[in-house]
């Protein structure tokens, strides 16, 4: 067996029930290394221009990297990658905690399934078997419900499980995948992937460690991590207050996304905070595989709602958006809010976001009262909230409009409720206002995924904890002094790019961010040691940025073979358009800038500038020349 | 004092005799490092258009880099940079042993000489002190006497001189610039323009030692490299034969340079062979400051030549260039021939092209013995052979055409020379043969500085003796197969860029590319490791592929400022002409490959397919946005 990874992919037609093991060889697990990168070889390999991502010929694939399951913080990760229901674009989405390592311990890199079950079945992968299962019994049924019942009839407590609940089964273009009922691979409606297919969870159980060429330096530097992250004043916040621990911040900063990002500021922070959580309805913190810095939360309370710890407690990007983007205040709701999205399978942010975008078309006399049977959708009314996401989750009266997503649900609505749709390609935007940071913008206009929460820490001015630890830590990259993060500036192209390639050898690898970006705990170098003693690789930053590289120029050739363009690289009207209130009032970003800055993006890339289509010499930079094949053959001039 | 460098440039205008000290940032340094980079930057910044190299306001800057002086082998070398006599383009060339790391020991990381003194005048540094010193009595000396000389005046037998000889002060167009009468600036012509600037030599001595960050890991590799690299054999060969190791084993392939680059066989290889020398010649083996290899050698013998052991002995280009490219078999006389040329300050390489160009053109009846006063110049006429390099030194008689290089000799010749001088922008190819060795041929026609011989290495198949450690080593720069090196492939090109950035990093930090390129004995994470360690800075590979990258855009810039164009990258006749004889009997480059090869070169490196400028987009990714200010300036378009 090689070190990191077991060279078996497997390989799953539910259509005619067929389970097959694929090997690859050293040099395939190099190139593609895992998680997104390898997702994205399949999906350019195999799956058709223009296959609706619930056509039973879609693909979608659960992939761990070469490091997962290494038994050091920030290697827990896995990514599901599909094309997503909601962008028709290329969709990644990462998930934590505890199902990537054991796939890897049960003998297996990935899962590559096609195809449609004609009843609801479910995957059962123990020690290198792997059976599909029927779960008819299952449908309908919370992930909770769903976890609770295999672990019963597999008769193992430890069984890992990623299941979709009622929203996948219902197709709501947002879905989500759950693995432990709270570690979400949340964005982008994978969830009504697995749901089109019939496939309503995938249990995995494995006795295998991963095998480490030098584990002593894995351990070493796993140990000095414990040791040190307290140090970092980031990831110290991190362990004591969560993923919220910003929201303040944010908020006296006049750039937290309220009221469907109306303003940056909103005068019920407070409510919401991540001080008032700890204080008030957390329990204890809880984390990832071989992580110590815990920084999910766990929450209980019994009113105005009774909130099931069982499905953990809100992070960050779902306080500010079931919260402070609908105008909501009441922690206990958002918390309720949050654990309903974690039982039917939703994602939090599209979720949140769609709400307030129903809210304000509602103010806005877009929609009525007659079309909410009742419910008073305005800003603000947390019940009205709490219900939405219950009838949107069941596909029930409105919520069988919003199940579609802003950007058609304000196509279904018409009035120029588009205005109101804050998406890219599709996606709801996270829960960073474009406008005051401005890579983040930027950001969003060109990721090929949509307005992702993941592109936000392009942005310099966001860790401001702990700013001298990010200019150093950005120097192995070359990135040797901050810039000005607003308006067009060569420092501010360059540093994007840069980032993004860090970003995305993050997701191609199933690192954690909150480990691995520049201000936390493990540096580059870190990073660097630690994959070489994996794998017994020489490996080099060099080497780890090029594949961020090739993640992103693969998704790009998978979208431009989609028929995008580069009118598709855009933001919604809203971010062109002033903040309203609050200390950012005013702000806003330039269309102009962003014409400019795309243009330049896009040779910066080696793209064509006129249709962002990556060049031939940018293909074989990345020794991806089998692409240029993909993309010609549909009719796509590589130039 | 920062780690790694003094913080400290000499600046010396011998026109004014103003000698200055210039201070740069921390910013500065890791953006430019040293060496061709450090050097580029100020002949781009201050360098006007059009300056011939032998006027006094052209610049000739001296630099070593942040990591010289380390105290493990391989660290030792100094950068020259000027605009090249020979080529008119910028010019960069290294020398090994000792002057590099004195000069940082004696407080400074560069000189930057731009004037010419009315009368001969030499340098002196010692310990941060430096004043210009008169020199007529070194004028029309040689190398040995100017060191000795200087030695004694300046009472210190330790002082480390960088001298011209008679050929420098004579400016032929390949004098070189000399360190311990052995260690050349070889390449382009630098002797003469420090000789232009009647600047006889750099004599320095400095008492500091190099501050490190982290000393204890640097000596750490160093013992480890000295306790391994004998289990190299690519490292054993160099230890016990010397550079020439190689030289049988490319004669049995049907790839050393015979008579002019007529033929890859010579059937006096024998005679010029490292194992003959070894058994005949050698005294012993040299080496550079805190080097264990010791591949340089020490030769002596009675006839039919005295030998001077002091000037050391052969490397391979000079039994290539001197021997076998002239059909020469004879070792004594190819060392002699070495000897005068580092007394005289000549270039080996150049020297023995232009003698063998002129044998050539003597066979054809371009040339007669009238012109060259009765000497017969035949190939394979050693004495002959002597004999012209001691005219070309004093460009006496016919010596003085050549003196000029030959590509203008030809010119001056006319009858069809021009396709006998092997050349590529004006400088003499290196004694590797671009029809054999795909990449190497690419590499001559690309390179900026002309067809040198540091871009050899390029080619995959001539690291014979260790293909495993070169194959594993080239996996950190992400080059993961071997591929075939000739004929249009992609995967060539890809590593052709790879590599080339990898080898010009080396000559950015003043690497010897004998301890560092791949298949020697530290690797790339050796660097990594000890660089950071000298520094204090947490370095990357990206970032130190970058600085390769940098340069030679730079390189790039300068020669379009210039008036350079594709065409210009482009091979001699000959290297798409047939070889004559022996194993590689009909190999040839194809000249439609090459142009293919060119363009999609130029694409992959993001510059302008057509002119070959790099565009925007790149100089901006390489953090040099003023260079864009640079060309617009004088009028050349950067898209």
């Known amino acids: 067996m090689p070190y990191g990874y077991n060279g078996k992919i497997l390989r799953v037609n539910l259509s005619t029930k067929e389970v ?10 190099r190139t593609y290394m895992g998680g997104a990168v390898l997702g994205a070889y399949y999906l350019l390999r195999e799956m058709k221009l223009g296959v609706d991502p619930f056509d039973p010929e879609a693909l979608i694939v659960f992939a761990p990297s070469i490091l997962t399951g290494t038994p050091a913080p920030g290697f827990s990760r896995h990514s599901v990658v599909c094309k997503s229901p909601l962008t028709q674009a290329i969709a990644d989405s990462q998930a934590g905690g505890f199902w990537g390592p054991e796939l890897k311990f049960a003998g297996y890199d990935a899962i590559v399934v096609k195809g449609k079950a ?33 672990r019963e009839e597999l008769r193992d407590d430890k069984i890992r499980v990623l299941a979709i609940g009622v929203a996948g089964e219902k197709l709501v273009r947002f879905a989500c995948i759950l693995n432990e009922c709270k570690h979400a691979n949340g964005r982008l409606g994978m969830g009504a992937v697995m749901g089109s297919k019939n496939l309503k969870a995938i249990a995995v159980r494995g006795h295998d460690k991963i095998k480490m060429q030098d584990k002593d330096t894995v351990i070493k530097w796993a140990k000095w991590f414990s040791q040190n992250f307290m140090d970092n004043p980031s990831n110290a916040g991190l362990h004591d207050l969560g993923t919220g621990e910003g929201l303040m911040v944010l908020n006296k900063d006049g750039q937290l996304p309220t009221r469907n990002f ?24 809880e984390g990832c595989y071989a992580c110590p810095v815990k920084c999910k939360r766990v929450v209980g309370a019994d009113k105005p709602y009774q909130i099931d710890p069982f499905y953990g407690g809100p992070e960050y990007e ?56 009742g419910i008073q959708l305005n800003f603000g009314n947390a019940d009205a909230m709490v219900k939405m996401v219950e009838q949107i989750a069941k596909r029930e009266g409105m919520g069988d409009i919003l199940a579609e997503g802003t950007k058609r649900a304000a196509e279904r609505f018409g009035k120029g409720a588009e205005k109101f749709a804050i998406q890219v390609k599709g996606e709801e935007m996270g829960m960073h206002d474009g406008r005051v940071k401005g890579m983040v913008g930027f950001g969003y206009a060109v990721s090929p995924i949509g307005a992702d929460h993941v592109v936000v820490e392009h942005d310099t001015d966001f860790d401001f904890n702990a700013p001298d630890i990010f200019v150093e830590q950005m120097k192995s990259l070359g990135l040797l002094k901050r810039c000005k993060t607003t308006g ?61 590289e090739r993640r992103i120029n693969m998704f790009r050739a998978f979208n431009i073979r989609e028929g995008f363009t580069p009118d598709d690289d855009w933001l919604p009207q809203r971010i062109f358009e002033p903040i309203k209130t609050g200390p950012r009032e005013g702000a806003r970003y330039d269309p102009d800038e962003l014409k400019t800055m795309r243009k330049l993006y896009y040779k910066i890339m080696n793209w064509d500038p006129e249709t962002s289509i990556p060049t031939k010499a940018k293909l074989i930079d990345l020794d991806l020349p089998w692409i240029i094949d993909e993309l010609e053959k549909v009719g796509k001039s590589v130039r």
Chains 1, 2 share one sequence.
């Open 20 to 29: 097959k093991v694929e090997e690859h060889d050293d040099y395939f697990y």
């Open 118 to 150: 004609s009843e609801p079945v479910y995957l059962w992968i123990s020690d290198g078997e792997a059976q599909i299962r029927e779960a008819s019994h299952l449908w309908g049924k919370t992930t909770g419900e769903t976890q609770t019942s295999l």
């Open 262 to 285: 109306q303003t940056g500021f909103f005068e019920g922070a407070e409510g919401i905070s991540a001080e008032t959580m700890h204080r008030t309805i957390f329990q204890k913190g």
């Open 318 to 373: 779902t306080l500010a958006a079931l919260g402070s983007d609908c105008g909501v205040s009441d922690l206990v709701s958002v918390a309720k809010a949050n654990e309903l999205c974690n039982k039917y399978g939703l994602d939090t942010i599209s979720t949140g976001a769609t709400i307030a975008f129903a809210m304000e078309c509602y103010e806005n006399g877009i929609i009525a009262k007659e079309d909410t049977k």
């Open 488 to 548: 067009m500036d060569y420092q501010k192209l360059r540093m994007f790019r840069y980032l993004q390639f860090h970003f995305s050898f993050m997701d191609s690898l199933c690192l954690c961010v909150l480990a691995f970006a520049p201000v936390r705990t493990f540096t580059m170098a870190h990073l660097v040691a630690i994959a070489s003693a994996v794998t017994g690789w020489e490996m080099s930053l060099w080497e780890i940025m090029k594949l961020g």
